[in-house]
Nanobody, 126 residues
Framework: QVQLVESGGGLVQAGGSLRLACAASGRTFSRYVVGWFRQAPGKEREYVATVSNRGTSTSYTDSVEGRFTISRDNSENTVYLQMNSLKPEDTAVYYC???????????????????WGQGTQVTVSS
């Protein structure tokens, strides 16, 4: 099992940047693929990005490609989401999720991830 805790959310103006962190407990974190998802009020949870268990592969949804960067430091049991050029439509609660059964970075459905953090709010003002 793994426990996940997100941090780094906040209020930022459009065009600004934030870096989210997802800290994991457990000694086998390097076995887990980690994804970031987000959920805006009244909307379904949507996929944002994925990083492979070793950090060698990444994937992004089209709307954040080129603006967001996912990375991980397995020595620190932490996954990061660097968010640049933020837009008001990026406003949401951001969640990290992990699963050791996933191969590669193609898992984009929330149902594919067994472990979730509590979320961190990101608000982008116009």
């Amino acid at each position: 099992q793994v426990q996940l805790v997100e941090s780094g959310g906040g209020l930022v103006q459009a065009g600004g940047s934030l870096r989210l962190a997802c800290a994991a407990s457990g000694r086998t974190f390097s076995r887990y693929v980690v994804g970031w998802f987000r959920q805006a009020p009244g909307k379904e949870r949507e996929y944002v990005a994925t990083v492979s268990n070793r950090g060698t592969s990444t994937s992004y949804t089209d709307s954040v490609e080129g603006r967001f960067t996912i990375s991980r430091d397995n020595s620190e049991n932490t996954v990061y989401l660097q968010m640049n050029s933020l837009k008001p439509e990026d406003t949401a609660v951001y969640y990290c999720a992990a699963d050791s059964r996933i191969l590669g970075v193609g898992a984009r459905s929330p149902q594919q991830y067994a472990y979730w953090g509590q979320g961190t709010q990101v608000t982008v003002s116009s």
